[in-house]
């Protein structure tokens, strides 16, 4: 990954939100929504519409690459949809009735209706009817895709976590029995669990109601955050967590549950037949018949996911990332131009630079705080917003031959210690961690 290495040089442009401001297109509801915007890490551009800007987008697409392992470990293979739907698919499936308002529609200059699709279910059917038969024997598939997915919210808020336009995973699942979907089924869910553990994030897996996508399997990735909309109950002895219904009690172990908010991250759904039949995506079986598609379909919302975890995790006042998604893994900061410290120590700031960043993980995924007029403590506490992982200070303990190692932690303020270089450079797998 290349990049920026002073902050100087960093497009973020930072603003302070007063207390019950109202802010162009937008209405501050949440606090990963008001810290990614004061902090400059996104931009409203319109209602429910953000620009990523550089530290975000840094973020995300490290979010982009565990997503993208996770489901190539399922078997997913990598494939890219145009944007736009036809819409008569959808009317075919009944859903352009059913989804209706929500949808982005648009006609080109020939009269031929589109749409901005909020998922590909259509348009996948549409393919594999397109290259039909597939042979059994080809069998199973799973396709996905990482794009850009739009939905005309009635109220878009709360940022990222209920956008108009966001980033997501979906891969579609065609199959020749129910049983073969269900093995897909049970892989991908095993493999999201990975991904969030992997994030070190509090996801519930609850069992749902399939709804308007049909099918006979389903389940939600929920994770606890004050700002969900979602409710769900989750059993304090045997963590089994299912969507509120009418008592209180754990379906598994009958101890009294607890209710909590949460926001909805990924989705599984066995389809059956739903979307294959009515567009004719068949495969040939082994007894030479043409039967249609068993299908299923997996998402996960990556722009919210990365909201999600910061909402999970940050304070009121401080960014706390899922420490492999954090923009950069480490800043250095020197002493303050003029100081005495700076006229000893200015020279080894380039050098802690270059011993960070010889660590493997860590490189270029470090950054200099190279506003040097500003006091160590003013830009330290910037970082501490930030949410760096690491922060490494030359300061007055340089004296003695000592950095100051300061590390962030999901809901606390920063933590130090000291070290000397020697031991930094001993310690790469603490700092690694
Ligand atoms: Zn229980």
Known sequence: MGSIKYISRLFQPTITIPKNAKIKNTEITCKSQKLLLELGLVRPTSSGLLALLPLARRAIDKLEVL???????????RLSLPALTPAHLWEKTGRLQ????????????????????????EAVADLLADVAPLSYKQLPLLLYQISNKYRDEHRPKHGLLRAREFLMLDAYGAHAHEQCARDIYRKVGEAYSKLFDALHLPVYRVEAPSGDMGGSLSHEW?????????????????????IPSQGKQCSRCGSETDTHSCIEVGHTFILGTKYSEPLKAQFTSSSGVSEPLIMSCYGIGITRLLAASLEALSTDTCLRWPRPIAPYSAIIIGPKEGSKEWLSHADSIEQVYHQLDSIPSLRGDVIIDDRHNMTIGKRLMMADRLGFPLA???????????VEVYRSTPGRQFESQLMTLQQMNEERTAINN
């Open 67 to 77: 997503v993208r392992q996770s489901i190539e470990e399922a078997g997913g293979q």
């Open 222 to 242: 929920q994770v606890c955050a004050r700002a969900g909309e979602d409710l769900i109950e989750i059993c304090p002895s045997c963590s089994h967590a299912a």
């Open 392 to 402: 490494v200070v030359l300061g007055k303990s340089m004296y003695s031959g000592q």
């Open 98 to 121: 059913d989804v209706g308002p929500e949808l982005v529609n648009l006609q080109d200059r020939h009269g031929h209706k589109y749409l901005l699709a909020p998922t590909h279910e």
